[in-house]
């Protein structure tokens, strides 16, 4: 018998929406996160940047709210999935649809990873200033 790897046996992180419409589950198995300052991640989120980890796609799922979803993007490739009811961007599809990026400030439950850079700073908020000593990436780190 083979032993479970380490993404069988990640406990599991509860995440929902501002309204609680929808509701996910996520394995606490986070291959990367970073603060992205990308334009398109400031205007979804309306902030300075956009907090997320990113994982494989069938580590995800949605436990409550399927029908309340709202897709922007191209479904059959790279998109956000926000709620319908409140807005709230839930997490991004990306990597061909092999990845969601979620939003860390839509868990419920701390991950056990941290944000380990800041990604797109040649195009962040000019009011906003980086001031912590994560290492800031023009592009996403390959």
């Not at 940047?49 to 995800?60: M, N, S, V, W, Y």
């Not at 912590?132 to 592009?139: F, H, K, S, W």
Request: with cysteine; glycine share 8%.
């Amino acid at each position: 018998m083979n032993s479970p790897s380490t993404d069988d046996r990640a406990a599991s992180l509860r995440g929902q929406c501002l309204c609680g419409a929808v509701r996910y589950r996520v394995a606490d198995a986070f291959r990367y996160a970073f603060n992205c300052h990308c334009s398109q991640c400031r205007r979804a989120t309306g902030a300075a940047f956009k907090p997320f980890a990113g994982i494989e796609r069938a580590h995800l799922r949605l436990e409550q709210g399927r029908d309340e979803v709202s897709v922007y993007g191209d479904v059959d490739a790279a998109h956000d999935v926000h709620c319908g009811r409140c807005g709230s961007l839930l997490y991004s599809v990306v990597r061909e649809g092999a990845y969601v990026h979620v939003t860390l400030g839509t868990l419920l439950d701390a991950p056990t990873i941290r944000p380990q850079g800041h990604l797109f700073v040649a195009s962040k908020a000019p009011w906003y200033e980086i001031t912590d000593a994560l290492p800031q990436y023009d592009e996403f780190p390959s």
